[in-house]
Structure formats: structure tokens, C-alpha cells
């Protein structure tokens, strides 16, 4: 089949062109300024437009298997299509956790009769699993997840020795959530002790601190540059933390392609100022924080010392959102909004458009060794998005996807909208429907 995408304002590599892409079996063979003379199959009109490449966010819950009340992989992966991310990568903290080849396997089979977009799974390091890292296969998956803190169950990894046998062997991406279980504990104990046995969500930042993250993070960039380790600091969010950051190279050589940093949408759009209107909607972990570490990991976006863009999309039931910073779970629903969250920060001056794909496609492709994605070239396959300025809608419990029916940006008027989604070619979301008979595939990585 073949395919036009005509007319519209093309977004990729830094420049913001009026052109068209034409589309054969799945694969971008052309990207012009001129207008094609070949009969197609089917043209779209993106007049008016921005066209795309579509979004990957490295950084998901899609909670399946195990925790499927509140998510899972169909209704998670219908929300990234109307939000225009055509490709994810989810983490290994669901039931059983994803921390054998045999569960990772499970995961990988079920995407494939479920997921609507493309998918890839990070496998879960432990204190005792260290000595599996090698038998990975490191074209089928983008990296291995390691929590230094804010884990349940065996997840957590935190104890020297551990900790230094991990970042040994891994010879993949290592993906680190970095706060200090120690502090959190510490500042937890003196807040109940104040505040009684569930403190007020307003304190999240507090116990969850600063000197947490700074704590964890400096520890996993030291054992990084001990062990020449490619670490990825998960949804860095505080200012201090982005002291030991350098900005992204592309050179392979470089400190800074071997020690690199996600922000997550959520640290980069609310403060805990929010927790004020929003409550426990918010309550994320690391928290959010300051007015001045928003503004400051703004200023990262554009520095080069933020690469990537993420969401960190954790669907809870409302009901398990209920309560304060003890009871309360922490994590929200992003996905379906993050691109046009971001578009609004474009308004805003926060960023170019053309760096808003830079960190939202084509570093995440980069850094991860993702094959044929990312980047609106030919060769490529034709993960697009094709969104609309100066179209205002609101965000109600009807337009949400995610199976867990909330978001924290209920009653948020966006003016960007998703206008359509295709996922190798194929158009997964127009017209605010899903077509559900569309599957994404594995995604392949070559990480050398």
C-alpha cells in the first residue's frame, strides 16, 4: 500500500519544512518538498499541520501482567496512540516482576496480540539476578531497570555490593531510579511524628527530599564512571542533580553519551505548589518539587543536559490514590497528553518544536540503539503523528483512555491536538477513534 502525507509542516532534525512523505508498505521512501507525481492508495491532507515522527517514551507502567485492574497493555497502549506515541518501553516492577528471561518472554507475548503500538521491555535487576545480565539478548531489549530506592518487593537494590556487581555486568543501558531509602525513611519517621500516620500530601517533597535524589544519583554516576557503566538516570527532578550532568554528545567516546538523563512531564509541567489543587493526584515518586527545579530542568530541555523525555506513565485506581503521603499511591496516568503538554511549553517558549522531537524522538532512538524509528528519513518505518495548533478541546473522564479513567489534567484546555497516529504505516488513531485491529510489533535495538 502506499500512502502520501501531503502538505503539512515537517518536523525532523532540527528543521521545520512545508513538505510530503510518502509511505510504501510500512516504510518512509520519500520525504520532499516537492509535490509527488505517483498515483497513491490513500493521501492525507495535513495542511495546516505539523507532521512528526512519532513519539517513543522510554519510560512506562503499562501494569501487566499481575496489576491489570488499573491498566494494562491494550487499554495503555490505545492512550499512547491517541497521544501520538507510537513506541514504548515498559518497566519490569508489575506481578510477577520482570526479572527473569521466562517473565520477560510472557511480556513480549502478550504485546504481541495486545498492544497497539510498538513495544519493548526493560528487564529488572535484583540483589541476587546480577549473573542473568549476560544472557540477555541485547537486540530485542532497550536496557535493564535498577531501583536504588521507592521499590516494593525485591526490586530494590541498594546495598554496596549489589550495587557494584550491577554495574559491572551490565553491558546494556541501565535505566536507575535514584532516591535514597534511607533519607526517605528518615524524613518519613519525623513527619509522622509531627503530622500523625499519614502526613499531609503537601510534605511529599519534603520526605521524599532533595538531598534523596542528590544522595542516590551521586552515588550511581560515581559507580557509572568506576565501571564505565551507560547509565540513564530515570526522571531526574531536581536542580542540584543536574550539577553532574554534562550536556548529550552523540559522540560514542563522550562522558556524556555514557551518563545521560530522562525529565518526566510531569516534573516538567506541575510544582508541588499543585499538590495545593491537585492532592494526591500528583504524588509521584521522586516528587515533584520546587518552582526553581521546574525552572531549572526547563532550562536542561534546551541545555543539552536533559536528553530525553519521558512520562513515567503509572496508572492507579482513584480509590488507591486516596490518603497522604504514607497511603496514598504515588504515580499518575501521562501518556495520552505528554505530547501535547509538551507542544504547549512550545508555546510558551520553554522550547522550539524542533528540540521537542529532539528529546521526545530522536535522542530517545539514539540512546537506546533503536532500529529504524524515530526519525522521519527514508528507510524508516513510518511511526507518524500529524497534530494541530490553535484547536482548543478539554480534557474530560470521556476523552481519557488509560484504563483507570483519571487524569491529573481533567479540565485542562489544550490548544494542540492529536490530529492522527500511524504506526508502521498504518493509522492506529483519527478523528479521537482507535482502530483496534492495528498491532505494533517488538522494537529491535543495536546497542553497539
Known amino acids: 500500500m502506499k500512502i502520501l502525507i501531503k502538505g503539512g509542516y515537517i518536523v525532523n532534525e532540527g528543521r521545520v519544512f512545508n513538505g510530503n512523505i510518502v509511505i510504501e508498505d510500512g516504510n518512509i521512501i520519500e520525504v520532499t518538498k516537492q509535490q509527488p507525481e505517483a498515483s497513491f492508495d490513500e493521501t492525507i491532507d495535513a495542511s495546516g499541520c505539523y507532521v512528526l515522527p512519532g513519539v517513543i517514551d522510554d519510560h512506562v507502567h503499562f501494569r501487566e501482567p499481575g496489576l491489570t485492574a488499573k491498566a494494562d497493555i491494550e487499554s495503555e497502549s490505545r492512550a499512547a496512540a491517541a497521544g501520538g506515541v507510537t513506541s514504548y518501553f515498559d518497566m519490569p516492577n508489575c506481578a510477577p516482576q520482570t526479572t527473569t528471561v521466562e517473565a520477560l518472554e510472557e511480556k513480549y507475548a502478550l504485546a504481541a496480540k495486545k498492544s497497539h503500538v510498538n513495544y519493548a521491555f526493560f528487564y529488572g535487576v535484583t540483589n541476587d539476578n546480577a549473573e542473568s545480565l549476560s544472557k540477555l539478548d541485547g537486540h530485542r531489549i532497550p536496557g535493564v531497570k535498577l ?134 493526584r500528583i504524588k509521584v515518586n521522586p516528587s515533584i518539587k520546587t518552582p526553581v527545579d521546574q525552572y531549572m530542568l526547563r532550562q536542561a530541555l534546551t541545555d543539552g543536559r536533559i536528553a530525553v523525555i519521558g512520562t513515567d506513565h503509572a496508572p492507579h485506581l482513584l480509590a488507591q490514590k486516596e490518603g497522604g503521603c504514607a497511603k496514598a499511591a504515588s504515580g499518575m496516568p501521562m501518556i ?4 501535547v503538554t509538551m507542544l504547549e511549553l512550545v508555546d510558551e517558549g520553554v522550547l522550539t518544536i524542533a528540540r521537542m522531537v529532539e528529546l521526545m524522538c530522536h535522542n530517545p532512538a539514539r540512546l537506546f540503539g533503536v532500529e529504524h524509528r524515530g526519525f522521519l528519513r527514508k528507510g524508516c518505518r513510518a511511526d507518524i503523528v500529524i497534530v494541530r495548533p490553535k484547536s482548543p478541546w478539554t480534557v474530560t473522564r470521556d476523552n481519557i483512555l488509560s484504563k483507570c479513567g483519571w487524569s491529573p489534567m481533567e479540565g485542562h484546555e489544550y490548544q494542540w491536538k492529536v490530529e492522527r497516529t500511524l504506526c508502521n504505516g498504518q493509522t492506529v488513531y483519527a478523528n479521537g477513534a482507535i482502530d483496534a485491529n492495528v498491532i505494533g510489533v517488538a522494537i529491535t535495538f543495536n546497542h553497539s
Not at 546495598?159 to 525513611?185: G, S, W, Y
Not at 495520552?336 to 505530547?339: A, C, G, K, R, V
Request: glycine residues 4%; negative net charge; contains cysteine.
Open 147 to 280: 531501583f536504588m530506592g521507592s521499590s516494593t518487593g525485591n526490586m530494590l537494590v541498594d546495598k554496596q555490593e549489589a550495587l557494584e556487581r550491577v554495574f559491572k555486568n551490565c553491558k546494556l543501558p541501565l535505566m536507575a531510579h535514584c532516591e535514597d531509602t534511607d533519607i526517605i525513611n528518615r524524613n518519613m519517621a519525623n513527619a509522622q511524628e509531627a503530622w500523625g500516620e499519614d502526613p499531609p500530601v503537601a510534605l511529599h517533597a519534603m520526605i521524599r527530599s532533595e538531598e534523596a535524589c542528590l544522595s542516590s544519583t551521586q552515588k550511581a554516576v560515581a559507580l557509572a564512571k568506576k565501571y564505565g557503566t551507560r547509565l540513564h538516570v530515570a526522571h531526574i527532578s531536581t536542580a542540584e542533580e543536574l550539577e553532574m550532568l554534562s550536556p548529550y554528545s552523540t559522540d560514542h567516546d563522550s562522558i556524556a553519551t555514557k551518563i545521560t538523563a530522562e525529565a518526566c512531564v510531569g516534573h516538567l509541567f506541575f510544582t508541588q505548589l499543585d499538590h495545593e489543587r491537585l492532592g494526591s
Open 336 to 339: 495520552q497528553f505528554s505530547l
